[in-house]
């Protein structure tokens, strides 16, 4: 291994070795830190977009279900319906806080549903009683609208989550100390390698 | 400062009215203007806890509860939710807040409708 490193330098002024032995002990230390800040970004923006976008199927599949129990709940006549309005409350009710579980995920990456929206989907399902059949079917036609333009909305924030510029994220999400400290040892095991190599080979 | 959790009413409420069961909008608007006039005679403010009830609430539950508040005239809009007024929401989902603000700011009192 020394014969090999020595070979190396053969034929080499001093001048020429000073700066080899530069090269080595900067330049590829150098190599490794950027290497691992590349490998970081890229495992916590792959991170990142599959926990959105699994919290946005999520979201996507209780709203349909949200929108399967609307259906039968206020386009069912009564002596056909599956639920009371007590039983649809509770499903809807569960459904939504699930939706807003995800959406605190959501949060975390700047992807928010306006609270506002929100409301009016909430109203939209449990604010009234079923009635006549034409208001109960724009009841529906309203939650439904609400429930498409939710999905649209939260479709296209986490597309534009996942475009956001990489450089806020490694601001953001800065390196753990345990990270830090381990490319520490790291660099200082290199640089004591290569400062035995150089005492044994010059 | 008084505070009134709601799970203490009921951790499953539902309905607006009496006949949707026991723990409805309406039965919870009379506890609940009584512990207001309590906070207003004490120039002091009441917080509804929302956060220790199971699933949560239905709209139709809190439009009675709350905008009927205005509705029945024990009310009004500002006592309860102006820049003085004695009503506040404490839950972690801030929708509730928003919901129960519409709620009460569009209920008109039941004497003035249509006039």
Redesign the interface.
Known sequence: MFEFISSLFIGYTLEEQFTLRFIFSWVAPILVIIGWVILRRNAHSFAKRSEMNNAGKEISSLLDRIIDVAEEYWLSHNSKCKYS??VY??L???F??RV?EKEEVLRKYGVIID??T??KF??S?????KSYPNLNQANFLSALKISTNLHISIESKINDANLENNITNLINYHPSKMGILLVGLILILYFKIFEFIFTMVF | MITYDLSKFST?P???YVK??KFNGTTFREILSVKLKEAQSENDYLIVDLDNIE??????FL?EAFGGLVRKGLFTKDELIGSQGILQIKSQ???YK??IH?YIDEAKKENNQGS
């Open positions: 309005a007590a409350e509770s809807i009710i569960n939504l806080s807003f609270v506002k929100i409301v909430r109203r399902l449990t604010l009234y009683e | 499953k539902f309905g607006r949707d069961g699933f949560g609430v239905g709209s139709s439009e989902q801030a929708f928003e919901e519409q």
